[in-house]
């Protein structure tokens, strides 16, 4: 097992440096000249340069031959690319072009009002749909069951833009049971994420529950269910203790999967609540091209993500006995 | 016979078992009758498909619903009927008055517990045993059904074991409350030739220790002659004949258990080519009304017609070969004692068959008057 | 009675009952058979079939046309009533069947295009191959597919390809489709490797079968089901994601489509227009419901252990 855990450790540098890579490519090389945008329309060429010069775009873009064969071989990696490397490992993203603040403050600030939207969400989505799942396992074959497909498949063809749209507009406008958006700190903010939540979780359901669905079928017509059954075990205890861990490495996945999903959940979410977090963030810097925020934005939640596999395949070692061996 | 008087253990009266399909219903189990005395081995035989899991399961009420359902019938254990049980009694039989023990030992235990943990929760399920108790028990069933350093063992999770020591595992567990019945659903088939005979002597040591009944389904026929005291022979959902171990192997008289027993390879014979029972195996929910069972080319005419095999279609169906109507639905046949302790199911209407004996089947244990006369 | 989830005995019993017949053939049988998915194919029929009647001009080619005053209510003469410019809303939503569903069928073809023949190619010839195709889709996996999405829109709209912009649909297809084959590939690669070790794939190889033929002729038709299935569901993903993307301003530029009619709509439920919103809505709705359902039916009917 420990064989195993150090492999996935040692593997993901590797992949963190892909993501580095490809942030690189995607937000520094193929945009244009950032100078442009921060100097402003009519700016002269020489006000340009001296941004270019301030923010390292004077730099070659990969490797420094130049600045090799005048100061020496360290200097070789005196350029866009390798700066890139090295300053974006350590947090340091620059300052936002649009906002003129050093980006890690930006995020720094966006973070927490982000994960109040997103980890409540994240916690009732899961146990909402598991709960779900497991109640179906019992019910298999009836008409709940059936209903409760349907349902899925209702929730997940709705787009989510008009869920929003449709559930602020119903709830919070015509029935003014929710303030239609705002935000505020400590306890008194609580009120304005109510609804957020409640309509990010009505979007994840269907999809959700028909995965776990799925998944706890299928464990359920496992052998080892039907020994427990004859071993007279309570159905309760079948589902919580045998069923459910067995699921679990199903589940894990999954949740890591989510992931993204909640990234995406709470952009739009905070954009039509005004929760001034990372996805009102990133909507933001997309409508403005602050490239140094999208790029530190990506790269922070694939490092999330990255962390989050890493981590699911430790728990699947230690939930799945069997993982140790191979 | 000096047990006669004995009342059955188990005791199966008109069983039957639908399931529901996509194609309609299918009846998987048809007034199936069989008795199980205290110390007794009934083997049931059959190839698969042919009801003798479901037979088990229903004994235990662990038939998926849906799309399973009993429909009829009554399970007598020990004088009450099982059926009327609700889900909390039959959790106090299930494991602890009747164990059972599958075919496939390699998916029955969960592989995320260690074997320690499943075995005692078993214990602990049905006798107040603090934990230290519990483990004392689950070592020395470990240890009674061969497994050495039982103690170690118990840490251990299922795929660090061999088949054949799984099923072991699972018949420790079955056996750690000292069940009166064990149903065993063909626990030797995914096993290795060799292991299958020390499982097998395996059960049959804890049955005389134990003084317990063992329901042993098959399809292998050499695994019955010497390790059952009576034997039921279905086929698409119905005993077809049922009687005394020996009176099955020296006398059998249904066209289906001839078939069966031809098609055993013997020591000392040579064989062109083995005979089969049939070509193929019936899907019970495409028999037709008026589907026949087609007996060996060899059979004598007169047996054809007395054991026809005729499915109760208690509907409409979509069968490949059309859509049937109740109306062409027919009774199956009766079992007609025509022996005794042997039972055939055939056509009472038939001359020969209407001298016979309507009984229920019912062979009273006799291990114990076969050690006598062989004394 | 409890519930036991078991497989009833009977369920490995049953004979082949038809011979001789293809899987496609058998799979399409099964497929006829249930009514709600016939119910979803007729509906992504007619989806299809105004998609096409507007790419030739038959059908909504007016639809930037003023027929009346803006923001009229659902009447006789407009059904879904009428947008800020006074367009018809259902001309609007009838145009945007094409624009979606061209979106949502070039990025799908994209996404098996590049998933596929990774996936077969890490599956089947493992080793160094395999380590890097690994490598590279779980770099794109660990960026969220969304902002992956809006990098490669936005990066690709300024990129011109021999003098061709590809600027609107071409930069949303792209983007789409090359960042979606991450799951296929992972897919077929898995199931590549499953059958590589299959004794008929062996056996293929022992007669002497190129490697090029074994992969095409051998193991690709084996998980075609698969991406057929993938295909369906792609599909509805796309159809969603062109929403999200015109939301963030990055949808296409000229056509209408379902996405644009939802961003254009949110600021007017606030002021009791509900129709656009709801039309497009409704447009989206029905295919996600009836590719769903389908791709189900599908699953059932090509899943060979499923077979009875």
């Known amino acids: ?326 | 016979m000096p047990h006669a008087e004995e009342k059955p253990l188990l005791d199966v009266r008109d069983l039957s078992v639908e399931f529901r399909t996509a194609d309609g219903r299918t009846a998987a189990v048809s007034n199936a009758n069989m008795r199980i005395y205290p110390r007794q081995t009934l083997a049931v035989v059959g190839e698969s498909g042919c009801g003798k899991s479901v037979t088990a399961l229903s004994t235990l009420q662990l038939i998926p619903n849906p799309p399973g359902r009993i429909t009829g019938g009554e399970i007598f254990f020990g004088g009450t009927d099982l059926l009327g049980y609700d889900a909390k009694q039959m959790r106090s039989v299930r494991g602890n008055d009747i164990a059972m023990i599958f075919q496939e030992p390699m998916t029955s235990l969960n592989p995320v517990y260690t074997v320690g943990w499943q075995v005692l929760e078993a214990i602990q399920l049905h006798r107040a045993a603090g934990r230290a108790e519990a483990i004392d028990i689950a070592t020395t069933a470990l240890r009674e059904v061969g497994i050495a350093e039982p103690r170690r063992r118990l840490d251990e999770y299922p795929h660090q074991m061999s088949g054949g020591m799984r099923q072991r595992v699972m018949i420790a567990m079955a056996l750690a409350c000292q069940p009166k019945l064990l149903l065993a659903d063909e626990p030797t088939t995914a096993l290795d030739v060799t292991i299958q005979a020390q499982i097998l002597e395996l059960l049959r040591h804890l049955q005389s220790e134990h003084d317990m009944s063992i329901m042993l389904i098959t399809h292998d026929l050499g695994v019955v002659a010497e390790n059952s005291d009576a034997v039921a022979v279905m086929y698409a959902g119905r005993v077809v004949e049922y009687g005394d171990v020996h009176n099955i192997y020296n006398n059998p008289m249904h066209p289906y258990t001839r078939g069966l027993l031809e098609s055993v390879p013997k020591l000392g014979q040579t064989h062109d080519r083995l005979p089969t029972v049939m070509n193929q195996t019936p899907d019970a929910s495409v028999l037709p009304g008026g589907f026949t069972f087609t007996p060996p080319a060899d059979a004598p005419r007169d047996e054809v017609s007395a054991f026809p095999i005729l499915a109760t279609m208690d509907k409409e169906a979509d069968t490949p070969m059309g859509r049937f109507l109740t109306d062409t639905a027919l009774r199956s046949p009766n079992l007609y004692e025509v022996a005794e302790r042997h039972w055939v199911a055939c056509w009472a209407e038939d001359e020969a068959a209407a001298k016979l004996r309507l009984t229920r089947p019912d062979v009273p244990y006799r291990r114990g008057v076969a050690v006598a006369e062989a004394g | 009675m409890t519930t036991v989830p078991t497989q009833p005995d009977l369920a490995d019993g049953p004979a082949e009952v038809v011979k001789g017949r293809s899987l496609w053939h058998d799979a399409w049988r099964r497929f006829r058979r249930k009514k709600m998915a016939m119910i979803s194919l007729a509906v992504i029929v007619v989806y299809v079939i105004v998609a096409l009647l507007v790419a030739t001009g038959l059908l909504a080619g007016d639809w930037n046309e003023e027929v009346g005053p803006r923001y009229q209510a659902p009447s006789a003469d407009h059904w879904f009533g009428t947008d800020i410019f006074g367009r018809s809303t259902l001309r609007m939503t009838l145009y945007s069947a094409k624009t979606s569903l061209t979106v949502a069928l070039f990025a799908s073809v994209i996404s098996i295009c590049i998933g596929v023949p990774m996936g077969a190619m890490a599956g089947y010839f493992g080793g160094k191959v395999d380590e890097f195709i690994v490598w590279l889709y779980s770099v794109l996996a660990s960026i969220p597919g969304l902002l992956l999405i809006l990098a490669f829109a936005f990066v690709l709209r300024d990129v011109t390809v021999f003098g061709y912009s590809l600027q609107g649909m071409p930069a949303i297809y792209l983007a789409l489709g090359l960042t979606g084959w991450v799951y296929l590939c992972r897919l077929i690669r898995g199931e590549v490797m499953k059958h590589r070790s299959r004794d008929y794939v062996t056996a293929a190889r022992s007669y002497g079968c190129s490697q090029k033929r074994i992969i095409l002729k051998h193991i690709v038709p084996n998980v075609t089901h698969l991406i057929l299935i993938d295909f369906s569901l792609r599909f509805v993903g796309y159809i969603h994601a062109e929403v999200i993307l015109s939301y963030l301003g990055l949808g296409p530029v000229k056509d209408p489509s379902w996405g644009k009619m939802i961003d254009a709509a949110k600021l007017e439920l606030q002021r009791g227009h509900w129709w656009e919103l709801t039309a497009a809505t409704l447009a989206i709705f029905f295919i996600s419901v009836a590719l769903n359902i389908a791709s189900d039916a599908l699953r059932d009917a090509l899943d060979p252990k499923l077979k009875t």
């Open chain 1, 1 to 326: 097992m420990w064989a195993y855990i150090l492999r996935r450790l040692l593997y993901t540098p590797l992949i963190v440096f892909g993501v580095l890579l490809v942030t690189f490519v995607l937000f520094k090389l193929v945009p244009g000249n950032p100078a442009r945008i921060i100097a402003g329309p009519g700016a002269s060429e020489s006000t340009i340069k001296e941004i270019e010069a301030q923010i390292g775009l004077d730099k070659p873009r990969w490797i420094n031959v130049d600045g090799a064969r005048e100061q020496g071989f360290g200097a070789l990696f005196d350029s866009q690319f390798f700066r890139h490397m090295w300053d974006t490992p350590r947090f340091e993203f620059g300052d936002s072009v649009y906002k003129k603040k050093a980006v890690s403050e930006i995020l720094y600030k966006g973070a927490g009002p982000s994960l109040k939207l997103t980890v409540p969400m994240f916690i009732a989505l899961l146990a909402t749909s598991i709960s779900i799942s497991l109640g179906i396992t019992m019910l298999r074959g009836t008409v709940w069951d059936l209903l409760i497909v349907i349902a899925c498949v209702i929730g997940m063809s709705i787009p989510f833009l008009a869920v929003i749209l449709f559930g602020q507009d119903w709830f919070a406008g015509k029935l003014d049971w929710f303030p239609i958006r705002g935000y505020d700190t400590g306890f008194a903010g609580v009120r304005y994420y109510v609804l957020p939540v409640i309509l990010g979780v009505f979007a994840g359901l269907g999809s959700d529950v028909r995965f776990y669905r799925t998944v706890m079928l299928d464990e359920a017509k496992a052998d080892y269910i039907r020994t427990a059954y004859a071993k007279g075990v309570g159905t309760g205890r079948v589902l919580f203790r045998h069923l459910l861990k067995n699921a679990m490495i199903a589940v894990i996945t999954r949740v890591v999967l989510a992931i993204p999903f909640l990234f995406l959940g709470s952009l739009l979410l905070e954009r039509f609540f005004s929760i001034p977090g990372l996805g009102f963030l990133m909507v933001e810097s997309i409508s403005s091209r602050d490239y140094n925020v999208i790029a530190a934005l990506t790269y922070i939640v694939a490092l999330l993500f990255i962390f989050g596999q890493l981590m699911t395949d430790i728990c699947y070692a230690l939930v799945d006995p069997r993982i140790s061996l191979k």
